[in-house]
């Protein structure tokens, strides 16, 4: 079987500025705006109205963009590769046209472009950065992304050595890290319950405050989703667990007590022990906290 092509050949002038891609055949040029689609298929980032946005519309307004987004042509106009958070601050500065490098991609080659480029950027929400990722390696491997998730703990688990050059290059381009350390710290989260990946998806609900949710016993979690999404920080939201299930206090198995200071009186009882039992017996007691031990003595 021939090995794929190399990953850093096939993303050469899909990333790392794109600095290939001017010298596509479409080269590089000016867009309008009104022309771009998104496509969510290649977008990571779901919620791209970060905090950051409107720093990123000041420094158009006052320098413009100084990385062209890439597009790809479609029926009627292009479709947005890489750039969204661009494009949405070209929009909020009032700009009809936008800068752009205009590739021929196939699915495969703008999904993994796309992707990519937001991975190398800072500011992901760690549920996107999970997905982008999966979604990257299942891309990458031409399997599908629950084969994805399952090979890469499969490989964690197992050591084995398949496919693991290949991510080892992949994760090298992307600088998080390794294969390993990404299969065994983030990808776990993904074990957390649906509607707590499906807040931290839609409605930004943090990771750390997520965490906490699914932690919880399976009866309060609904609660405590609900309570968190009504704008709480995580100490609000780590008392109302404590409130809700409140640590178990240890309490003194009574009547085994007694049973033991009826045993401990009884002569017979004792009479009924070996050597062995005796020199045990004395070992326990010898363990016996000294506020017991006193109230033990004859008065």
Do not use: C
Request: charged share 25%; hydrophobic share 40%.
């Amino acid at each position: 079987m021939t090995r794929r092509k190399s990953i850093k050949g096939q993303l050469s002038g899909l990333v790392d500025g794109m600095e290939a891609a001017s010298r596509s055949a479409h080269g590089s040029t000016n867009a309008p705006v009104s022309s771009i689609r998104t496509g969510a298929a290649h977008q990571p980032r779901r919620r791209a109205e970060d905090a950051n946005l409107q720093d990123l519309v000041t420094s158009i307004r006052e320098q413009g963009i100084l990385q062209p987004l890439l597009i790809r042509p479609i029926p009627g106009g292009y479709e947005l590769v890489a750039g969204e958070r661009r494009l949405r601050a070209a929009q909020l500065a009032g700009l009809t046209e936008v800068p752009v490098h205009i590739r021929d991609l196939t699915d495969a080659q703008a999904l993994e472009a796309a992707l990519v480029e937001n991975l190398q950027r800072e500011g992901m929400e760690i549920i996107d950065e999970v997905d982008a990722t999966l979604a990257l390696v299942a891309n990458r491997l031409g399997i599908h992304r629950d084969a994805a998730r399952h090979r890469l703990m499969a490989m964690l688990s197992s050591k084995v050595e398949a496919d693991s050059p290949e991510l080892d290059e992949l994760f090298a381009l992307l600088g998080k890290g390794t294969w390993q350390s990404f299969a065994k710290n983030k990808l776990r989260i993904l074990n957390w319950p649906e509607n707590v990946l499906s807040a931290m998806r839609n409605q930004g609900l943090a990771y750390t405050i997520a965490g906490i949710i699914a932690a919880a016993p399976t009866e309060y979690q609904a609660e405590l989703l609900q309570f968190a999404l009504g704008k709480t920080s995580k100490a609000q939201v780590r008392a109302r667990a404590k409130e809700l299930n409140p640590p178990k206090s240890r309490r003194i198995d009574r009547q085994a007590t007694i049973v033991m200071a009826r045993k401990l009186a009884s002569e017979r009882w004792l009479a009924s022990l070996n050597d062995q039992d005796e020199r045990e017996l004395e070992d326990w007691l010898g363990k016996m906290p000294d506020r017991i031990r006193q109230a033990l003595k004859p008065t």
